[in-house]
Structure formats: C-alpha cells, structure tokens
C-alpha cells in the first residue's frame, strides 16, 4: 500500500521563477493539506483540498496556490519565488476533513538562489 | 507570541533514560493534541493524538493534557538510540479544522547507546 508520495524531492530555482510540486495521496484518502517547513521550525499550514476545493487557508499570500484533481492528488505552485520560500513543503493525506490521522510524505525541498 | 512553545532543544540522554517532552499553547480553542516524530530528511509521523484532559498511553509511550494549564508533555520510557529524531506537537481546534494543526518548532532528541 503506497503512502503519499511527493515529486520532485529536491529543486532548486531562482528568485521570480515559479515552481510546481506534486504530491498523490496514500490509498483511499481524499483530502490533501499543504504545509511548509521552513529549517529549524516545525511545519505551517498552507492550504486543504476536498472534493477538488480549498476548503481552508493559512496565511500565505495568493502566490501560493493549488489544485486537487478527481483521483484526488494535488499540486502546490508558488509563484514570484522569494528567497523566503526555501522550505520542506510537505504534503499530508487524509480521509475526510473530520479528525484523523494525517499521513505526511517526505516532502519537496525547494531552494531558492 | 507564538501559538504554540515548544523547546527545540537538543536534548541528550543515555539508552534507557526517561525522556519528558514538552508544549505550552496560549489558545484555550485547541482541543485536539498530537505529537508527530520526524527523522532526518522524512516527513513527521503521528506518534499519539488526544482529546481530553488526562493521560493516554501506549506501548513505551504517555501522552498527557493539562488544559487548565495549557500544558502539554509526551513521555518516552526505556528510550532507545532509534528513538532519535525530532518531535513535534501540534494541535486543532476543532475536528472539521483537521487539516489545519498548529505545530510547535519541535524538540530535537538524541539518545545516545
């Protein structure tokens, strides 16, 4: 049984260019979070999809934006990249948006020159 | 004044020792409390999640919730060198927020054999 799986694991880009991550929930989840992980902190919330929707947001700027599709995986773009937004994002699944265990992949790690 | 307080530590002890983690939060909304452990370059995993005051347990470790104090702990009996990561707690305020946890900076522990 596949876990959340996130792609690519690492990238680097350069300050203004704009970057995609992806991540495909684990097996028979449906809701996706967004986190960022900046070095040394613990990981803020971005956003969550349900049913193809942001349902929630955290206080990022409109830069950041994403997507859910049918089979339930989910993209994070970030555009304008600041030098700021080098982090861990980290994607989390799971069943619902009622409380349960939220599955953590391993994360994109974005660097920003 | 962060939301969540969380010592990053490090915190070393020998192979057996004891090991009391800590979070204090200033939102008497929370309601659901976590703690995730993260090693090194792989996303957090849910250790323990609880709801009410009082103590949970399992297996070599103890959650505990002081809501009056806003104080949360994680205890780690015979703690082991695998036991070497970093531990984060976060918290929700309600079941429908799921997705939204409040994570501390995270408590970075080394047991040493």
């Known amino acids: 049984d596949a876990g959340v799986t996130q792609s690519p694991t690492h990238l680097i880009k350069t300050r203004g260019q704009q970057v995609t991550l992806r991540c495909s929930p684990k097996s028979g989840h449906d809701t996706v979070s967004w986190y960022q992980q900046a070095l040394g902190q613990g990981p803020q919330f971005i956003f969550q999809?349900?049913?193809?929707?942001?349902?929630q947001r955290g206080n990022f700027p409109d830069r950041f934006s994403g997507h859910q599709f049918p089979n339930y995986s989910s993209e994070l773009n970030v555009n304008a990249l600041l030098l700021g937004d080098s982090a861990l994002y980290l994607c989390a699944s799971s069943l619902g948006r009622e409380l349960g265990e939220l599955f953590f992949g391993e994360g994109s790690r974005l660097t920003v020159l | 004044q962060k939301e969540v307080e969380q010592d990053p530590g490090p915190l070393s002890v020998p192979e057996g020792a004891i090991v009391s983690l800590n979070c204090t939060y200033s939102?008497?909304?929370?309601?659901?409390f976590m703690w995730y452990r993260q090693y090194s370059r792989k996303g957090p995993e849910l250790l323990m999640y609880t709801y009410s005051s009082g103590n949970k347990e399992d297996g070599r470790f103890t959650a505990q919730v002081d809501k009056s104090s806003k104080y949360i702990s994680l205890f780690i009996r015979d703690s082991q060198p695998s036991d070497s990561a970093t531990y984060l707690c976060a918290m929700v305020q309600r079941s429908s927020n799921t997705g939204k946890l409040i994570f501390g900076q995270g408590t970075t522990l080394q047991v040493k054999p």
């Open positions: 999809y349900y049913e193809e929707e942001e349902r």
């Open positions: 939102n008497s909304a929370f309601q659901y």
